[in-house]
């Protein structure tokens, strides 16, 4: 058993897929639909990323999220701004945090852990 894909909800899913096919350098596994498609990996092994189309809020807090690991966590949340990522002020931050909280232009919540901390 293992993880295949990870489902994300989107009002629009063609903005969403264009973020996240930026940010993470992945590729649709075949031609996208209004309301989904699924994006994997452009080159060897990983957890696919499937956007659906949603009409539900975003949760504040969202009880499952997306974490992106890197030892270069200035410069990849400066990339996913520029991007489109929003900041995100977080109240549940500990102290001395490893990752920092931003939001994919369609509102989900996701973390940039840095991976050289501690």
Known sequence: MRIGTVVMGAS??????A????ALGYVEREPARDDWVVLV??????????????????QEVPRVH????????DAEVARLLALGAA?????????????????????NRFCVIDTTHG
């Open 66 to 73: 997306l974490d992106l690991y890197t030892e270069q966590q």
């Open 87 to 107: 900041e995100v002020d977080w109240e549940l931050y500990p102290e001395n945090p490893d990752f920092v909280v931003l939001a994919d232009p369609e509102g």
């Open 19 to 22: 973020f996240w096919k930026a």
């Open 41 to 58: 990996p452009a080159e060897g092994p990983g957890a696919g990323l499937a956007l659906g189309r949603s009409d539900s809020p975003v």
């Open 12 to 17: 629009d899913v063609a903005r969403a897929a």
